[in-house]
């Protein structure tokens, strides 16, 4: 043979080594399901850096998460060096909105490896007993202040939500099952916060009502990993809107998860059937409560706020109230939503849970719920932020998609995820391994652990939520800033435990405390 062919030789089994390589390692889900060409995006990633001094986009323009915070979640979950180098590149004098954590002259120390009283797991538990204001029979402290959002298995493919639940029960954090049921990929040792939506997915009868025998039967098949029941009123991606699974979707799996018929379309109303107001609802919640002894909250984004006061007023006067609410923010995030649904449809976070924290404050009832807020609460400031406003938890959806494996292609809704993370597609969804993932995840949960108990120490705190809101600040323009607990139209002590659990909470984060 001539060189020219035996260089096209080498070449090709040069080539076709890498494409074998690929397919068959199990650590990266873009070069299993893209060899050879799937290197490109880690190139371009490596030198990006470099190339940006040429391109348009910043560090910090592309949404709904920018490239910076990308790179955060990504080097966090690889326990990479998640640092940057060079000072900030935001411009801190022209960004009206800009959070600014005002950090205390005498802050305290975060020990350090070998030293007493670390911890390499970060614990951060709830400073609030969930479900022990009701007296629930199986109330609990939330070992975790960061536990994930709502992602149900259809809208996340199986070895993404095996992977999740394998990362919470590493982390010693919490899996929210979303509203399609819980799975055989939701039983890998994690616990779980199981959410009803308004099609009662595993807890319904065959016209679609709920069916109280079928959810008892589902919570004892869990194990006992089942923790509390949320009740999905909305999310904040396409709040009061409906949805609907096509025929061709249900498989059989899909449909004994579900208790659905195989092959017929399967439609979540836009309402409850099994309560129609405030009362009727809190009727439910006490009747759910009463019959499994969980936990059992409401998770809703803002719109209408009579209905949040009417709530504070029943709570107050006839005792009845759920035992968490999780807000989320018009910002939070859907595998496919109607385009002005996500865009101009609910409040975001940080109006919509302050405008409901006002509202329960105002009639007293605000310490005898947990609150959880979502809606990119992934990182520290933010999440720092949803604490001091008054989240006792912050559930985290997106950003834990990122932290096994997602790069935000945006094709959720295709069916074509790359990385196999939002797809059902079964040559993509190979590409992701579950256990290496779990790990990715974990490590990104005790990773925001860290830099929220690190931010508290900065601000002389020993725990993320008892930093004041008065310790964040808000930019204006023209060169002004204004305290945020102003900027929410917060009273003195709003956002903060209870005295009892103030001091409880200081208990648990001594060197050597049980949580």
Same mark, same amino acid.
């Given at each position: ?34 060899? /050879?060409?799937? +290197?490109? &995006?880690?190139?371009? $990633?490596? =030198? ?5 001094? *040429?391109?348009?986009?910043? @560090? ?121 049921? /819980?799975?055989? +990929?939701? &039983?890998?040792?994690? $616990?779980? =916060? ?5 099609? *009662?997915?595993?807890?319904? @009868? ?310």
């Amino acid at each position: 043979m001539s060189v020219g062919l035996w260089i096209l030789a080498g070449v090709g089994g040069f080539l076709l080594l890498v494409a074998i390589y690929d397919v068959t390692q199990r650590k990266r889900a873009i070069l299993r399901n893209f060899p /050879i060409i799937g +290197h490109l &995006r880690y190139i371009l $990633e490596t =030198v990006g850096p470099e190339l940006r001094q *040429y391109i348009v986009t910043s @560090n910090d323009e592309e949404r709904p998460f920018s490239r910076d915070q990308r790179r955060w979640v990504y080097s966090t979950a690889k326990k990479e060096n998640p640092y940057f180098g060079f000072g900030t590149d935001n411009d801190l004098e022209r960004s009206p909105g800009y959070l600014i954590i005002r950090h205390a002259a005498f802050p305290k120390t975060s020990p350090h490896p070998g030293e007493p009283g670390y911890d390499p797991a970060y614990r951060v538990p709830c400073a609030k007993v969930l479900g022990g204001h009701r007296g629930r029979k199986h109330a609990f402290r939330p070992a975790s202040t960061v536990n994930t959002s709502a992602m149900s298995y259809g809208s996340l493919s199986g070895p993404a939500v095996e992977a999740i639940n394998r990362g919470v029960a590493l982390a010693g954090a919490m899996q929210n099952t979303g509203e399609g049921g /819980i799975s055989d +990929h939701h &039983r890998h040792g994690g $616990e779980l =916060v199981w959410q009803l939506g308004t099609g *009662y997915f595993g807890a319904r @009868n065959p016209d679609g009502t709920f069916s109280l025998e079928r959810c008892l039967e589902s919570i004892a098949s869990a194990s006992g990993k089942v923790r509390a029941l949320e009740i999905k009123l909305s999310q904040g991606a396409k709040p009061g809107l409906g949805g609907l699974l096509p025929a061709a979707k249900v498989t059989p799996e899909i449909a004994r998860i579900r208790g659905i018929p195989v092959g017929q379309d399967c439609a979540s109303p836009a309402a409850h059937s099994a309560f129609h107001d405030v009362s009727s609802m809190l009727d439910f919640i006490e009747r759910l409560a009463e019959a499994t002894g969980l936990p059992v909250g409401i998770k809703s984004a803002v719109g209408d706020m009579g209905f949040w006061h009417d709530l504070g007023q029943q709570m107050r006067t006839t005792g009845r109230a759920p035992d968490f609410v999780t807000i989320d923010g018009g910002e939070g995030g859907t595998g496919a939503a109607p385009l002005v649904f996500s865009d101009h449809v609910a409040l975001p976070f940080k109006l919509g849970f302050a405008a409901v924290y006002r509202a329960l404050a105002e009639e007293g009832v605000h310490e005898d719920v947990v609150f959880i807020g979502s809606g990119k609460l992934g990182f520290p400031e933010a999440g720092l932020l949803g604490l001091a406003l008054g989240c006792d938890l912050i559930n985290v959806g997106r950003e834990a998609m990122l932290a096994i494996g997602c790069i935000q292609a945006q094709r959720c809704h295709s069916g074509h995820c790359p990385a196999g993370v939002a797809t059902q597609n079964r040559w993509l969804m190979r590409g992701l391994d579950p256990t290496n993932k779990a790990a990715r995840l974990a490590n990104y949960l005790v990773g925001l652990r860290k830099e929220l108990l690190t931010l508290a120490h900065a601000c002389g705190e020993d725990h993320p939520g008892l930093v004041p809101l008065d310790a964040i600040a808000i930019l204006e323009d023209r060169l002004r800033q204004r305290p945020a607990r102003e900027v929410f139209d917060y009273q003195p002590g709003w956002g903060l435990p209870k005295a009892d659990e103030i001091a409880a909470t200081r208990a648990l984060m001594r060197p050597g405390a049980a949580t």
